[in-house]
């Protein structure tokens, strides 16, 4: 007695050597590959540096600082402030996850022993005109916090709270950096010479 499977294979054979018939060998191939499941489309990481960036001194309050270094302090104040350029999110994809990068200087004193927060800034600035008297106003929302940042010419991430972020794609979007502390962090801005070494906004995208 032929089985089943012997029965499936004398019928296709059938079928193949028919004139005239149904399907062709390569038919018969095709029909018995089994279904391909689209992989599901992977992350996409963009790189984003600042298109301005700048701090302020409440010391000297009407003196703009657009210069290698950023700072910030809680005693006689120092804040920076750093904007980007969010894209929209690539098609089927939404943001999964972002991170500021920035390297500590390498002035002796550029380590901080202090913690410090990743705030939005609300308010209008530009880095060539930003005094400590003209700053921009700040959100109450912290996106991230910097610890650990004792060390001088290292790199450090920061996770920020990506849904935040998500909301703004598309736009120009401006982050502060500030603390309550007395030891402040000296951090290579936009304007250091080395390309490795000014801070990056690295936004994950994935499916939605």
Request: glycine fraction near 10%.
């Amino acid at each position: 007695m032929r089985g089943p499977g012997l029965r499936e294979r004398t019928g296709v054979r059938a079928a193949i050597r028919r004139r005239g018939g149904v399907l062709t060998a390569a038919q018969v191939a095709a029909h018995h590959q089994p279904a391909q499941t689209p992989a599901p489309p992977g992350d996409t990481t963009v790189s984003l540096q600042a298109d301005e960036d700048a701090y302020v001194d409440a010391v000297a309050a009407n003196t703009n600082y657009n210069d290698q270094q950023l700072a910030s302090r809680g005693s006689t104040p120092y804040l920076s402030h750093l904007r980007f350029t969010l894209p929209a999110a690539p098609a089927g994809q939404v943001l999964k996850r972002a991170r500021l990068q920035f390297r500590t200087s390498s002035d002796p004193t550029a380590g901080s022993t202090d913690s410090h927060t990743v705030v939005p800034v609300t308010g209008a600035w530009t880095e060539s005109a930003v005094t400590y008297n003209s700053r921009p106003a700040l959100s109450a929302s912290v996106l991230g916090g910097i610890a650990g940042a004792t060390a001088v010419s290292t790199d450090h991430s920061v996770e920020l709270t990506a849904p935040a972020l998500g909301g703004a794609l598309g736009s120009a979007y401006s982050l502060a950096l500030t603390s309550s502390g007395t030891d402040s962090p000296r951090i290579w801005s936009g304007e250091a010479g080395s390309a490795a070494s000014r801070p990056q906004l690295v936004l994950t995208f994935g499916a939605e």
